[in-house]
């Protein structure tokens, strides 16, 4: 069945936005601030992330216009590597996103709960059921269709961009914020060099990247995006520069307000610029910007992930039932429902679940260097096509090369500060490898 083509160019920016500002921005700065110790390693952290992201942009761009199909994501290692490979890590994206959307969501419940619910009834019952619902809401919203998904999605994303921007004017509140002057300490207490500050930048990145990562899924919706070739390239290059600019101006308004030697403690840093603007209100303003990242960032996991799995089912890496669309509103009805039944599910687990989480950190960036590598495979494949019609990255290929080296050395810096959590994402992966295999010789 041919599907319509629905995303514009400004839906498709959206969706970019919302793949990648998820509860990161509020969390990962405490983190990063911790593992630099001094603001100019701090800041310069956020700039090569952003600068590697805009590689990583330019990349998929071409991919997306030179493979603009549904579940794209799947398809290129299916295309490029082979099935198997396809499967195994789509499974853990799958897994891994239903996973933070079941977590992000009990974290917004626990927000929202104190601001709509009495104290009686602030208790683990009614954050789940909060969560549930969240997330049940969003799944009827994807069962009208694609485009009611994505006028959702514009509204969530444009409110979420809002609440950032009001955050960012928390410096026009600021008196005089006492800090004392931040040191950088090698861990053997000896005088730092060039091998203390790169091992603390390598750590820096490890959370810097997963701030900006979630992007490439765009290509997830190659098959629905009108003139995709033109349209997919530039939707990853408006979102990713909306969310650098972002990403880079809040970073700074944290230190500003908060204090370098603060931010590395803090326990809710978004809280605090809130306060700054809004006094005591400052909690539930807070509140509510976090429960509109939460409806963001789980709409958006409705709409791409199950392309993935229809891209799956296609290929018969899945039942062939997960490629089904309703003919009427064009929905991967059970791909959807699936997804959603797998998030609810892992609600209830969430707090195990975070240990598996860490282990797939590895995998991912494993697989965000290796879905780039595919544009070397791509233009030997896709040659044949007019330049003119579809987007090629500038500098070719240096760009590609230096976001692959990027997310090879975060993978190394995971593997150097936790060996175990990456053997094991390593273990996940040939798991996935095995069931694959298994699964066709069963079907012989």
């Known amino acids: 069945m041919q599907q319509k083509k629905q995303l514009s160019l400004f839906d498709l920016s959206m969706i970019v936005v919302s793949l990648v500002i998820g509860m990161g921005v509020f969390r990962t700065p405490v983190n990063v601030a911790a593992k630099a110790q001094i603001p100019e390693l701090f800041y310069l952290a956020w700039f090569i992330g952003g600068f590697v992201a805009f590689c990583g942009a330019l990349t998929y761009a071409e991919i997306g216009s030179r493979f603009p199909v549904t579940g794209g994501y799947y398809k290129i290692f299916s295309a490029a590597y082979h099935p198997s490979i396809a499967f195994a890590i789509n499974c853990i994206v799958i897994i891994s996103s239903a996973a933070s959307v079941a977590a992000i969501s009990i974290i917004g419940a626990e927000y929202l709960s104190k601001i709509i619910l009495p104290p009686a009834m602030q ?28 006028k959702t999605q514009n509204v969530l994303t444009i409110i979420k961009i809002g ?54 899924q765009t290509i997830n919706f190659g098959g629905e995006v009108r003139e995709a070739k033109k349209v997919i390239p530039r939707a990853i290059i408006i979102g990713l520069t909306i969310i650098v600019i972002l990403y880079l101006a809040i970073n700074y308004i944290y230190v500003q307000v908060i ?23 400052g909690f539930n303003v807070l509140s509510i910007i976090i429960f509109f990242s939460v409806m963001g960032y789980v709409n958006v996991n409705l709409l791409s992930n199950p392309r993935a799995m229809f891209a799956m089912g296609e290929e018969g890496a899945l039942p062939r039932i997960f490629s089904r669309m309703n003919k009427k509103t064009e929905v991967i009805t059970l791909s959807l429902s699936v997804f959603t039944v797998v998030a609810v599910v892992i609600i209830f687990y969430a707090k195990t679940f975070d240990k598996i989480l860490n282990y797939t ?15 070397f495979i791509l233009r030997k494949r896709t040659a044949h096509l007019d330049k003119k ?36 994402g390593l273990y996940i992966f040939i798991g996935f490898l095995a069931i694959y295999f298994v699964s066709r010789w069963l079907k012989k």
């Open 259 to 281: 204090g370098f030697e603060e931010l590395k403690s803090a326990e809710s840093i978004a809280a605090i610029l809130a306060a700054k603007i809004f006094g005591p209100a």
């Open 163 to 216: 609440m950032i921007l009001t955050l960012i004017c928390a410096i026009f509140f600021v008196g005089n914020t006492q800090t004392t002057t931040p040191v950088f300490k090698a861990i053997n207490g000896t005088s730092p060099n060039w091998t203390n500050y790169g091992k603390a930048l390598g750590l820096c990145l490890i959370a810097v990247s997963f701030s900006y990562a979630g992007y490439a």
């Open 361 to 375: 950190i590895f995998l991912e960036s494993i697989s965000m260097a290796s879905s780039a590598a595919t544009i």
């Open 389 to 424: 019609t579809i987007y090629t990255v500038p500098l070719y290929p240096i760009l590609p090369i230096i976001f692959i080296a990027a997310y090879t050395f975060v993978a190394l810096s995971i593997y150097a500060d936790d060996p175990d959590a990456a053997l094991n």
């Open 123 to 150: 208790n683990e019952t009614y954050r789940v059921a909060i969560a549930i619902t969240t997330i049940l809401v969003f799944y009827f919203i994807n069962l009208l269709g694609l485009k009611a998904s994505s």
